[in-house]
């Protein structure tokens, strides 16, 4: 505990880098895995070898690919290399979220948009896109959390972030140093993914709330039915 009295504002910088190294790739991920899920979802005869291409991203190794990253032009010690990392991780996860929810939508919702005028593009912004929100939603919290995890690997490459509490503690056997980090990263996971859940809550206030109960009519059918 003196440890970390001694220290706060060490672990206060580290949290921050932390955070940003977390949330550019978060978002980053969500804006790219957005149109190959919907491509995914719309030329179906591509979509076992989209989805199963993406996925498979999460499988290499994150040394791995610190090591391709750099041999394509990224400098290997930076922040740029596991920003970009961890948003080819995200994008993995992220992608599958966007085509389920997409294809959970009912398609005589999408007939009565076509039916009253909607063009593609409008359809799928205030109709497609609002209606899988629930499903992006629960992808994006999946992908945050797994983000501000991954993101201690970054000091292996000399990034410092909340993992460097974990290195440096376990090489000088501090474990309130540990402890800290596990903590750390915990909190912002937390703290994120409640963020994530009011920001749900703000932009779609038609889901049910605690009882079923709809508080509102979704503005996209109350549209498409006028």
Do not use: K
Not at 18 to 30: A, C, D, G, K, N
Not at 87 to 113: C, E, F, K, N, Q
């Amino acid at each position: 505990m003196n440890w970390v009295l001694d220290n706060l504002e060490l672990i206060g910088g580290l949290t921050l880098v932390h955070l940003r190294q977390s949330v550019i790739p978060i978002v980053l991920s969500f804006l790219i895995a957005l149109p190959v899920g919907w491509a995914a979802w719309r030329f179906t005869p591509l979509r076992g070898a989209t989805l199963t291409t993406v996925g498979l991203l999460y499988t290499i190794p994150s040394l791995g690919l610190f090591a391709l990253l750099a041999a394509l032009g990224i400098p290997l010690l930076s922040d740029t290399n596991l920003i970009v990392a961890l948003t080819v991780y995200g994008v993995a996860i992220m992608t599958r979220s966007v085509t389920d929810g997409l294809d959970a939508i009912d398609p005589a919702t999408r007939a009565s948009a076509v039916a009253v005028g909607f063009g593609p593009w409008r359809r799928f912004w205030t109709v497609d896109f609002p209606l899988s929100g629930p499903v992006l939603l629960a992808g994006l919290r999946v992908t945050a959390t797994s983000t501000i995890s991954l993101a201690t690997v970054g000091i292996l490459i000399g990034v410092q972030n909340l993992g460097y509490l974990f290195t440096n503690g376990y090489q000088r056997r501090i474990l309130e140093e540990v402890l800290a980090g596990v903590v750390a990263v915990v909190v912002i996971a937390l703290v994120v993914d409640l963020l994530l859940v009011v920001l749900g809550r703000l932009l779609m206030p038609w889901l049910p709330r605690r009882g079923g109960v709809l508080t509102r009519r979704a503005p996209v059918m109350a549209g498409a039915t006028g």
